[in-house]
């Protein structure tokens, strides 16, 4: 069988076992425009998380995983990670590599949505160390000091203030002491922001958040972090912190 069939048949097989209908209503809250993209990308016959690379102009996850999140991750013996609303895998699937060349030790994938837990579960069926929960959209219902690695990348981009304290108090309970989160907001304080919050407010989209620096690490010192550093991309912060202690 061709590569070309290869992927064929593995679209098929996974709109099947998600029970995929086109004409089928999606709750948008929760499954947001996944559902849409996994059908664009079957039509083309390629996989989903390479077309969200190359064909809607979403940032590349390598570059800033090579200098967020790769150089925590390399002084942490067999890591163990969480990584909170991964959509499709776009970013887990790098992460993954670089988490066996560490011997990562469990790779949890938390979302609110079922549609992403069915998923991810099916993308991820041949990795032995990626395992994922379903949460409620406020809190991890995991294990106090379970994990050395939070990370999660265009969530905290929709979340409202209470949420993200609320998550700012469940990372720093299921983190080990010295443990680290990594996430990015929008911040308007850039150009690149405040073009991208008139621009998209322009074209109704009332769904994205854009906060201070200052509220953010305000937030999360405030539940027990302390602030490593931060970095831009765009109309994109990364920022890091470490927990302290219990």
Request: hydrophobic share 35%; glycine share 6%; proline share 4%.
């Amino acid at each position: 069988m061709t590569n070309y069939s290869l992927m064929k048949k593995l679209i098929g097989d996974l709109l099947r076992n998600l029970n995929y209908k086109p004409e089928k209503k999606i709750n948008v809250r929760r499954a947001e425009g996944y559902p849409e993209y996994l059908k664009e990308a079957a039509k083309l016959n390629i996989d989903v998380n390479n077309y969200l690379d190359n064909n809607l102009g979403w940032i590349k996850p390598g570059p800033v995983l090579e200098d967020v999140l790769f150089p925590v991750m390399k002084n942490i013996p067999h890591p163990k990670i969480l990584e909170l609303g991964p959509g499709t895998g776009r970013w887990t699937r790098q992460i993954l590599k670089k988490a066996k060349e560490l011997n990562c030790s469990d790779f949890i994938l938390v979302d609110h949505s079922q549609w992403m837990i069915d998923f991810l579960n099916y993308y991820f069926h041949n990795e032995k160390i990626i395992n994922t929960c379903k949460n409620n959209g406020i809190s991890l219902p995991l294990k106090k000091d379970e994990f050395d690695i939070i990370f999660s990348q265009g969530v905290f981009i929709e979340l409202k203030p209470s949420v993200i304290y609320l998550y700012s108090k469940e990372f720093f309970k299921v983190l080990k002491p010295g443990g680290f989160c990594v996430f990015d907001y929008f911040n308007c304080e850039s150009e690149d922001g405040w073009n991208f919050f008139i621009n998209q407010s322009d074209l109704g989209n009332i769904h994205s958040t854009y906060y201070t620096d200052g509220f953010i690490e305000k937030v999360f010192e405030c539940s027990g972090f302390k602030f490593e550093i931060r970095f831009t991309y765009g109309k994109s912060n990364f920022i890091i912190f470490k927990k302290t202690s219990d």
